[in-house]
């Protein structure tokens, strides 16, 4: 059991924790504005979570407008130093169904203009992101995923597109050309920020759908991503 306690990023259709003992609702003002919604926290099996929708329960903010800095450094003033993301994306190989996982070990870069960065207003500062996530939480949640009996991938890289728009199917298939493995929103700009926080971060990556590229297969809605979400983690 860590003695701190672990921090949980739930995507769209994970607005709570099956068994989480719940102790109290943290609201948290930050020197960036508000966190997407209150700070859950709770207990699970004995160790402290601090669980956080990242879109607000019932969905309330888009991709576009998430305050990723408010959301990280709240993380960081309640004094966590793990942070597991649950975050539901398109799949971009045949191979990654829905309903599988992946472990993500990369990120490519597809956002415009988001702020992605504590340092700013005359701070500078460099930090290496060859290998944006953290190694141990990620052998900590293949292991754990292949106990529950889950479909893992062990590796994939995730390209973060702007939204709140899926992708063209000219873009899709692009992004498949260039080797990416799974698709969405939100991911990178946390594990960037994670990183200046000093903060392990990790993601799990739930295919929800196969983006628009599959032919013979329906083209991405967001019922489809929250009814796959929803049910697999009722499931697991």
């Known amino acids: 059991?860590?003695?701190?306690?672990?921090?949980?990023?739930?995507?769209?259709?994970?607005?709570?924790?099956?068994?989480?003992?719940?102790?109290?609702?943290?609201?948290?003002?930050?020197?960036?504005?508000?966190?997407?919604?209150?700070?859950?926290?709770?207990?699970?099996?004995?160790?402290k979570i601090i669980f956080l929708p990242r879109h607000g329960r019932g969905h309330r903010v888009s991709p576009t407008e998430l305050n990723f800095r408010a959301n990280i450094w709240g993380f960081k003033k309640l004094g966590v130093e793990t942070i597991i993301a649950v975050s539901a994306v398109g799949s971009m190989r045949k191979e990654i169904e829905p309903g599988h996982m992946v472990i993500i070990d990369q990120f490519f870069d597809r956002t415009k203009g988001r702020v992605s960065t504590f340092f700013t207003d005359g701070v500078v500062a460099h930090l290496t992101f060859a290998d944006p996530l953290c190694p141990e939480i990620r052998k900590a949640l293949i292991q754990s995923g292949k106990e529950t009996g889950a479909t893992i991938h062990e590796k994939g890289t995730y390209l973060c597109m702007e939204g709140p728009q899926f992708s063209t199917r000219a873009e899709s298939n692009v992004y498949r050309s260039w080797g990416m493995d799974v698709i969405g929103m939100t991911n990178l700009q946390e594990a960037k920020l994670a990183r200046e926080a000093e903060i392990c971060y990790a993601t799990i990556a739930l295919s929800t759908d196969y983006d628009c590229w599959y032919e013979g297969h329906d083209d991405v809605t967001i019922d489809m991503v929250i009814a796959t979400l929803t049910k697999k983690c009722r499931n697991s």
């Open 1 to 47: 059991m860590s003695k701190n306690p672990i921090g949980v990023i739930g995507g769209s259709g994970l607005y709570a924790i099956d068994g989480l003992k719940i102790i109290e609702e943290i609201k948290l003002e930050t020197p960036f504005g508000s966190p997407s919604d209150a700070y859950i926290l709770g207990e699970l099996d004995n160790q």
